[in-house]
């Protein structure tokens, strides 16, 4: 496994900056050498962070883009995705699951799920894992 120095792209808010944020962190993943686990749960959090910048970001504020970072270090793989704007919304408990009848509303728990450490600060949201998890179940 490689330590790979983060990486920074810039995407437009728009479902095709998704795709390509998603494609991004992959190639990242790829070239780090990770699980394959690790690289589909690294793009499931690339695509989920990515649409709801596109969705709920705030696009008058950043010209209609938001940044997409990919690291691998100090036994963790992490993905942030950026988009400046006012303070981040709050989860006090963490993300909960929507009724069943709800549209969306379940990704951040999704991802707490898979085991990601989920961190939502002002301008951004992180979702990180940990290497060794993957590694065990690999081998």
């Known amino acids: 496994m490689t ?3 983060p990486a920074r792209e810039v ?6 900056g998704a795709a390509a944020a998603r494609a991004f962190v992959v190639d990242q993943a790829h070239a780090a050498d990770l699980p394959g686990g690790l690289v589909e749960d690294l793009a499931l ?5 990515a649409t709801n910048a596109i969705r709920h970001g ?3 504020t950043n010209g209609g883009a ?7 270090i100090d036994g963790h793989a992490a993905v942030r995705v ?3 704007g006012p303070s981040p919304i709050s989860i006090p408990n963490g993300p909960r699951m929507p009724g069943v ?14 085991g990601a ?3 939502i600060a002002p301008g951004g949201v992180t979702a990180s894992f940990d290497l060794a998890r993957y590694s065990a179940c690999e081998r």
């Open 58 to 60: 705030t696009h008058a």
């Open 3 to 5: 330590i790979v120095h």
């Open 101 to 114: 009848d709800a549209e969306g509303g379940r990704g951040l728990a999704i991802l707490r799920d898979l």
């Open 11 to 16: 995407y437009r808010s728009a479902p095709a």
């Open 82 to 84: 950026d988009n400046p």
């Open 66 to 72: 938001f940044t997409v970072s990919s690291e691998v």
């Open 117 to 119: 450490h989920v961190d």
């Open 45 to 49: 959090a690339a695509s989920e962070l």
